[in-house]
């Protein structure tokens, strides 16, 4: 964006976010007076045409003036009308575009020398935001779900301005973030200031671990998503990456995977335990006397939902093991002995291929990557 469309970009938010431009009147006066130069300049080129015009005239009069007068009069307006081959532009409006370009330049510079009060004003205005929603009653349970929170709203009576605000404020709250985003890199508040393992979200959810468990978040209309990351603790508001918190743990790279559907191994493992327990105590528990045990091997990842995740760093695909009793073997199924088809099958478990084959062909789902309000 130009250093003029930015500035024009700057008071238009400013005032929609109610914020006083006043600092801005330095860069204001840069832009008038690149206004004027061009100005100067276009008025100065039609009257330059004119002038040449004039030149012809002067020899078709009834007491003609001389050639040569009227060729120099027609030379003398060249700079102003006439384009060299190598330019776009007569030489003089070309002159003048340059200096008009040289004096918006010092826009960008005046703007990104406040980087500092605009990206405060930003942060002031998303908390008092983020305040006026914490301040709204108690929601009722049913409203996340609803398919027509601002008609159930509504027949609340505490609630019957709640939805315009609602509105009015999630506007405003994404509008101060992409403010402070006009300066952040200049500020050295930027996404590569973040801790390690910080995803981007964090500049607007604070507490930005849970949001990544979230699976309804997605799913709620956009003036309800300031109200639920409030009342889950996200602490939401408008944050610069010193503010935003990880541990050593977060900076592993199998933490990092989390995002994009995978997990890493302590996470791994602890799925895989979960199902054995599940499916373990199922199968001792009673009729049908037959349990059903998971064991992993790399090649796809289980998802939370129940389906599978394509990971292209560590990826499991459950193989699934069915006991049923042979002669001699009792009516409860033994403890398993190790992972190996071998001594599974010595016990009395059979290895369905088919079906962990098949499970590798469900359509893979993908958590995102970065949470937006």
């Known amino acids: 964006m130009a250093p003029a469309g930015r500035l024009l970009w700057l008071h238009q938010v400013l005032g929609q976010l109610d914020l006083d431009p006043a600092f801005l009147k330095p860069a204001d006066a840069l832009r008038e007076r690149a206004g004027a130069l061009r100005l100067e300049a276009t008025q100065a080129s039609q009257q330059a045409q004119q002038r040449r015009a ?16 009227a060729v120099a009069q027609h030379l003398e307006v060249s700079p102003w009308l006439d384009t060299q081959p190598t330019h776009l532009a007569p030489p003089a409006v070309e002159l003048a575009e340059q200096a008009a370009r040289l004096i918006e330049s010092k826009i960008g510079v005046l703007i990104f020398a406040n980087g500092e009060k605009i990206f405060a004003l930003a942060q002031k205005k998303a908390m008092e935001l983020v305040q006026e929603i914490a301040d709204l009653p108690k929601f009722p349970d049913a409203i996340w779900g609803s398919p027509d929170p601002s008609g159930d709203l509504t027949r609340i009576p505490e609630h019957r301005l709640t939805w315009g605000t609602l509105t009015h404020n999630s506007q405003q709250f994404w509008l101060a973030h992409e403010l402070a985003n006009l ?9 590569n200031r973040l801790p390690d393992g910080a995803p981007r979200h964090a500049f607007w959810a604070k507490n930005w671990r849970p949001a990544f468990e979230d699976n309804q978040f997605s799913l709620l209309k956009t003036p309800l998503r300031l109200r639920w990351a409030l009342d ?12 935003v918190k990880a541990t050593a743990k977060d900076a592993t790279f199998g933490q990092k995977l989390g995002p994009i559907g995978c997990r890493g191994r302590d996470s791994i493992e602890l799925s895989r335990q979960r199902r ?8 001792v528990a009673g009729p049908p006397r037959t349990g059903t045990f998971t064991s992993f091997q790399p090649g796809h990842h289980r998802g939370s939902s129940g389906s599978f995740r394509r990971c292209r760093h560590r990826t499991e695909v459950p193989r699934v093991w069915t006991w049923r009793p042979h002669k001699g073997l009792g009516a409860s199924p033994p403890p398993r002995p190790d992972k190996s088809p071998g001594g599974m099958a010595s016990y009395g478990y059979r290895h369905n291929s088919a079906r962990a084959v098949r ?6 789902v993908w958590r995102p990557a970065v949470l937006a309000i």
């Open 359 to 364: 499970s590798t062909r469900v359509q893979p």
């Open 232 to 243: 889950h603790d996200w602490q939401p508001g408008l944050w610069r990456p010193e503010d």
């Open 54 to 69: 004039s030149a012809v005239q002067l020899l078709a009069a009834d007491k003609p003036a001389s050639l040569a007068e």
């Open 183 to 191: 300066v952040r890199d200049s500020i050295g508040a930027g996404a």
């Open 276 to 283: 054995l327990t599940d499916f373990g105590a199922g199968a």
